[in-house]
């Protein structure tokens, strides 16, 4: 299993996120990725590999430009402003967390200047703080994941993971939350697209996700697309995060129909129940007959998580990474949530080895 991963993430250190009516401190934190990275370097067969620079441009085929250029530039402009105000406040320890959203009813064909006003024009919650290196972090995880297909498409390893953060599925077309900003398994999938497509005319990419959350990100920038085949398996949202995407009626629209696979659960479900919606996922995925997989993984499913609602134990998780390689594809997996500190490691170290047997 090769291994990629960048420092970069340590820029995004969000200090707190609005949960059950408070500011608390944020979950989505850098410690993630360093108990990650000190489990696995005492995990066999992880070899880790430096994330090489590529071009990005495939970005904008998956995520709209002026949604690009408000990530890039919203974190500057309210630090300017700030500062044009007399606040002395160092950049570093600015946040931007909106408050006013644009839901149904409301005008969507004006962009607000006001930096709040546009935040919430792009948002979905009040938990996905932009700090002064969210955007890096974002970028960076999402070249990780670039790398990570560039190894299996030139067949140096048969299985490659992105060890990064912030995590990517509910970032959609010109949207963010959950703690996401750039859809790094969108991405990816689109970049494994484009490097197919030179050689033959037919590619098609599968991505499974088996984050706690419904992807509504993936979900919704490939719903009408028929080279993309989605499948996920999270808690329902009539009762989880993020409510109001990842119904099973939802199956894909256009050219894109059958090609969405929604899998929602039961808060409580243990493994053995898990399990058999994992089963009905791969068979999808079987059945579309990829050149590949994408895995957007999140050790949120374990019973210790503190923001969701399944029982996985840790152990089931090498059993989640076998029952997946009997699809036998070339697969690269990009870390998603997981928010225990305490099982995080040993979670993705077993479901790595599960996954290379
Ligand atoms: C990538 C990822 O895992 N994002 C998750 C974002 C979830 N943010 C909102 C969490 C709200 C949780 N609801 C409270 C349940 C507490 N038991
Ligand atoms: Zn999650």
Redesign the pocket.
């Known amino acids: 299993m090769w291994v990629f991963t960048s420092e970069v993430h340590q820029d995004h250190a969000p200090r707190t996120e609005f949960?059950?009516g408070t500011l608390v401190p944020c979950f989505?934190l850098p410690l993630r990725i360093d108990l990650i990275k000190a489990h696995l370097n005492l995990t066999e067969s992880m070899d880790f590999h430096a994330v090489e620079p590529l071009a990005l441009d495939v970005i904008s085929q998956i995520h709209d430009g002026r949604y690009l250029e408000f990530l890039q530039t919203i974190h500057p402009r309210w630090c300017k402003q700030l500062e044009a105000e007399g606040d002395p406040t160092d950049p570093k320890e600015v946040e931007i967390l909106p408050h006013t959203f644009l839901t149904r009813h409301l005008d969507r064909e004006v962009v607000p200047t006001s930096v709040y006003g546009e935040a919430g024009y792009y948002a979905m919650?009040t938990?996905s703080p932009i700090t002064v290196g969210a955007f890096a972090a974002a970028r960076a995880a999402t070249l990780g994941a670039m790398n990570a297909v560039e190894a299996v498409y030139q067949e140096k390893t048969r299985n490659a993971f992105s060890l990064s953060r912030p995590?990517g599925?509910?970032a959609a077309h010109d949207s963010y939350g959950?703690?996401?900003f750039l859809n790094h398994a969108a991405i990816a999938a689109q970049h494994w697209l484009n490097l197919l497509r030179q050689r033959s005319t037919e590619a098609r990419i599968a991505i499974l996700d088996v984050?706690?959350?419904h992807g509504n990100g993936t979900q919704q920038i490939f719903y009408q697309r028929p080279d993309v085949y989605f499948a996920s398996v999270h808690g329902d949202p009539r009762w989880?995060?993020p409510y109001f995407l990842g119904h099973d009626h939802q199956t894909g629209r256009g050219e894109g129909e059958g090609m969405n696979l929604n899998l929602p659960l039961p808060a409580g479900t243990p493994w053995n129940d898990y399990r058999e919606s994992l089963k009905k996922a791969l068979q999808g995925i079987h059945r579309f007959a990829p050149h590949g997989l994408i895995i957007s993984f999140?050790a949120?499913t374990h019973e210790e998580d503190?923001?969701?609602?399944f029982r996985l134990q840790t152990d089931d998780y090498a059993a989640m990474g076998n029952l997946i390689a009997s699809l036998r594809l070339p697969t690269v997996v990009v870390m998603?949530?997981?928010?225990s500190l305490g099982i995080l490691g040993s979670v993705v170290s077993r479901f790595l080895q599960g996954l290379v047997g």
């Open positions: 949960f059950r989505e919650d938990a995590p599925h509910h959950g703690y996401c984050d706690f959350h989880a995060y999140g949120d503190p923001i969701s609602g998603e949530g997981g928010y």
